[in-house]
């Protein structure tokens, strides 16, 4: 399997539920990120993980929840959520060399569709 | 300030012909990079064409050409030959290069364009 697969597509929870969006890239890249995507909203950069470490937190408030146990593995657990964060969530990866950054797109995946009743 | 502007909310393009989708940003750093996207209504984020901003030759990818106008800090999607299949939205977007800068490796985005094809 190649690419950057998340899992589920889809995902129903009430406010006051526990769940985990599941995130895997087999491109053997060393960077993740989470990014949201509302509705007339341009994509918002939530998380970024470079070699298991958490290099960036975009001020995501706290039932937002990011794991990243290795490089091909990243994880947001999700508790107590707000139907405002009714949204699709993205997971990237990209293979990003020493200090240059700029060069390197960021491969997607299909997203996971939130929705919070 | 916005970074990545997309001017046009909509687009529609006759099937075979070719269009263009504007962007323009703004940046301060001398090394940077330009990126498009295609987002189906499946929600998948395809990665189309790059542009560096030391290229001096514009990025071509099969169907998709970028118009790199660096002084004019534009970076324009071509699609030439539109098909059915590329109706979607599309988003231009930036990294930034320098280093130690708030805005160091992350891609920003712009609002998008949603391009429709008509057969």
């Known amino acids: 399997e190649t690419g950057v697969t998340q899992t589920p597509r889809h995902l129903v929870m009430g406010m006051t539920n526990k769940k985990s969006l599941k995130c895997e890239q087999h491109?053997?890249?060393?960077?993740m990120y989470w990014y949201k995507q509302s509705a007339k909203k341009p994509l918002e950069l939530m998380f970024v993980y470079n070699f298991k470490e958490q290099t960036e937190n975009n001020s995501v408030p706290s039932r937002f929840s990011p794991e990243c146990p290795n490089s091909s593995h990243l994880f947001l657990h999700l508790h107590t959520l707000q139907p405002e964060d009714s949204a699709l969530y993205l997971c990237a990866s990209s293979q990003d060399g020493g200090g240059v950054r700029y060069n390197s797109p960021l491969h997607f995946g299909n997203g996971t569709r939130l929705t919070v009743t | 300030a916005q970074k990545i502007t997309q001017t046009q909310p909509g687009m529609f393009v006759q099937e075979k012909e070719a269009v263009t989708l504007d962007c323009t940003y703004d940046t301060s750093d001398q090394s940077y990079g330009l990126f498009w996207y295609k987002q189906p209504s499946s929600g998948e984020m395809i990665f189309l064409i790059y542009?560096?901003?030391?290229?001096?030759q514009n990025a071509t990818e099969g169907r998709y050409s970028l118009n790199f106008q660096k002084a004019r800090k534009s970076a324009n999607l071509v699609i030439s030959a539109s098909q059915l299949g590329d109706s979607a939205m599309y988003f231009c977007a930036m990294r930034e290069g320098r280093a130690g800068g708030t805005s160091y490796g992350k891609l920003t985005f712009g609002q998008g364009t949603i391009l429709t094809v008509h057969p």
């Open positions: 491109l053997g890249h060393n960077a």
């Open positions: 542009q560096g901003s030391y290229d001096e």
